[in-house]
């Protein structure tokens, strides 16, 4: 999963609790009856342009609490800030294009998966030699815009153990970021992913994560049940070690969790589908409910991302927008399912 270079989420207007109705039209789904804690959110998807993000709201007929476009050099900020904010929706801002280079990777298995169709091939992301000056012009020229009321989150890197980006880089930044007053919660996103021979695994986590950082994106895309360790499905038997040791080290940083919400050859070689056309995706509306129940029983989780609405070379990655109708249904019963509280700084 990526964040990518500039990635917008949508507001925090609390949602009714609704009884799902799940049992009624999916008698095939076992849902875990667990506990909502207040401030979980569902952030909504990644889209790429404008367009998308009015397609998220209008065409698939979500109310979702995000919508998310990325555009590189910020040359749709504007516009896109207006279609959020029509959608009652806030931004999380990525900066990642703004302040890192890409470089061949000194180490590790780094690798850009943020093109399908062209691959990129190993990298590692290195601040840029001017980043503080780019940084700071980005900021005061968009100072009107920056605050909690239009952006929830600052994300400083995606991906971060994907793409061998230090962690003392990551640190300079929030430090100079805070230094500013700027007062929106710093974010950046980590692979717990390392499975060996089934998918290209991360690097490992870091021994302690950034101090200035306040919320940590995962994601674990080859789990089927992260419940069931035994789960035949599931890539690795050691999800819940890696997530515990993940906690270990979380401190008092919140977590936003990277829903599994496309199909591609992860999927096929690890045999929940035969292939990413919409009748064989079927089973992925039993993954979103698993990892709902999952994450409203960690109350350290505080929003779902789905990953991802667009598809890229269909059928090679098919994401939301073109999956079956049932899966895109499974979302909706999430939304309908949680509160969302969450209020930045605040919370």
């Known amino acids: 999963m990526h964040?990518?270079?500039?990635?917008?989420?949508s507001s925090n207007k609390k949602m009714n609790i609704l009884k799902?109705?799940?049992t009624l039209f999916f008698p095939f789904v076992f849902v875990i009856s667990v506990p909502a804690h207040a401030e979980l959110c569902f952030f909504g998807y990644m889209a790429n342009s404008v367009s998308l993000v009015n397609e998220i709201y209008a065409d698939f007929g979500l109310t979702p609490n995000a919508g998310i476009v990325f555009g590189k050099d910020y040359k749709e900020f504007k516009k896109t800030a207006q279609a959020l904010n029509e959608n009652e929706a806030k931004a999380v801002?990525?900066?990642s294009e703004l302040i890192f280079d890409k470089l061949p990777p000194e180490e590790g298995n780094c690798s850009d998966y943020g093109n399908a169709e062209k691959a990129t091939g190993p990298e590692s992301l290195r601040l840029k030699v001017d980043w503080k000056e780019r940084l700071s012009a980005f900021l005061i020229s968009e100072k009107d815009y920056l605050d909690f009321e239009n952006v929830m989150m600052l994300g400083i890197s995606d991906e971060v153990n994907n793409l061998c980006v230090p962690t003392s880089d990551i640190e300079a930044v929030a430090k100079f970021i805070k230094s500013l007053d700027v007062n929106i919660p710093l974010a950046v996103a980590y692979d717990l992913t390392a499975y060996e021979d089934q998918m290209a695994g991360a690097n490992p986590l870091p021994e302690s994560l950034p101090d200035n950082v306040d919320v940590i994106g995962i994601f674990e895309y080859g789990?089927?049940?992260p419940n069931d360790p035994e789960n035949p499905l599931n890539a690795t038997k050691d999800w819940k070690e890696r997530w515990n040791n993940f906690k270990s080290i979380l401190g008092s940083r919140k977590v936003v969790?990277?829903?599994?919400?496309?199909?591609n050859n992860i999927h096929t070689k690890l045999g929940w589908v035969q292939n990413c056309t919409p009748?064989?995706?079927?089973?992925?509306?039993v993954l979103s409910y698993r990892w709902r129940d999952w994450a409203l029983s960690e109350p350290d989780v505080i929003g779902i991302l789905g990953f991802t609405w667009r598809s890229w070379n269909y059928p090679v990655w098919v994401g939301t927008r073109d999956m079956h109708k049932v899966v895109q249904n499974s979302h909706q019963?999430?939304?309908n399912a949680i509160n969302c509280e969450y209020n930045g700084l605040n919370k």
Not at 279 to 285: F, G
């Open 3 to 9: 964040f990518l270079s500039i990635e917008l989420w």
């Open 20 to 22: 799902s109705l799940l």
């Open 93 to 95: 801002i990525m900066l």
């Open 223 to 225: 789990i089927f049940d």
């Open 257 to 263: 969790f990277i829903l599994n919400a496309f199909c």
């Open 279 to 285: 009748e064989y995706v079927k089973p992925l509306t």
């Open 333 to 335: 019963n999430i939304i």
